[in-house]
Antibody, heavy 121, light 111 residues
Framework: EVQLVESGGTLVRPGGSLRLSCVASGFPFSTYWMHWVRQAPGKGLMWVSRINGDGRSTLYADSVKGRFTVSRDSAKNTVYLQMSSLGAEDTAVYYC??????????????WGQGTLVTVSS | QSVLTQPPSVSAAPGQKVTISCSGSSSNIGNNYVSWYQQLPGAPPKLLIYDNNQRPSGIPDRFSGSKSGTSATLGITGLQTGDEADYYCGTWDSSLSDLWVFGGGTQLTVL
């Protein structure tokens, strides 16, 4: 069974840093691109970042570029999101999601339960 | 402002049918497959439809998807109170360095 379990969300001061983790199980971790998607309170889904299977290719939404860094550790089956210079606008539930791709299509077939990041003084 | 446009809310009575639209452009829906996600209250999103009109195992055939040009539509028939949720469409956008984009979400109320 595919499982994605996020952790690391907490209350952090504006300007602070935080690292989120997502532990994956039940599938060959290194063959899948992994994504982070966030959802501010009462708002919709917003794509944040993605990392390819070997960790050498990453991409970020403009709103987090230069502040967030995604990485992965295949030995631990874990993907990370290092967040810095956090502001109130980063307050959200952060989901880790597995991207399933064929030769012509991709979609998110599994999601974690999410971890809440609250940025407040 | 989401790249994909969905109505903020739709409603219908139990047993009825509802459709949710998702409008985009040639750089996203027009040239890519669309997927739909259901988010029940307090839960993470769940894949509902992929490849425009395919249902994952376990998704009832009351749920359907279609795509025409730069728009996609999610249909739900035989509405149940358990269908009350937020629904999101999503796809790639090649004009944004191949970033993934979501619609703003549609809240379904079963009256």
């Amino acid at each position: 069974e595919v499982q994605l379990v996020e952790s690391g969300g907490t209350l952090v001061r504006p300007g602070g840093s935080l690292r989120l983790s997502c532990v994956a199980s039940g599938f060959p971790f290194s063959t899948y691109w992994m994504h982070w998607v966030r959802q501010a309170p009462g708002k919709g889904l917003m794509w944040v970042s993605r990392i390819n299977g070997d960790g050498r290719s990453t991409l970020y939404a403009d709103s987090v570029k230069g502040r967030f860094t995604v990485s992965r550790d295949s030995a631990k089956n874990t993907v990370y999101l290092q967040m810095s210079s956090l502001g109130a606008e980063d307050t959200a539930v952060y989901y880790c999601a597995r991207l399933f791709c064929t030769s012509i299509t991709c979609y998110y077939d599994h999601w974690g339960q999410g971890t809440l990041v609250t940025v407040s003084s | 402002q989401s790249v994909l446009t969905q109505p903020p809310s739709v409603s219908a009575a139990p047993g009825q049918k509802v459709t949710i639209s998702c409008s985009g452009s040639s750089s996203n829906i027009g040239n890519n497959y669309v997927s739909w996600y259901q988010q029940l209250p307090g839960a993470p999103p769940k894949l509902l439809i992929y490849d425009n009109n395919q249902r994952p195992s376990g998704i009832p055939d009351r749920f359907s998807g279609s795509k025409s040009g730069t728009s996609a539509t999610l249909g739900i028939t035989g509405l149940q109170t358990g269908d009350e949720a937020d629904y999101y469409c999503g796809t790639w956008d090649s004009s944004l360095s191949d970033l993934w984009v979501f619609g703003g979400g549609t809240q379904l109320t079963v009256l």
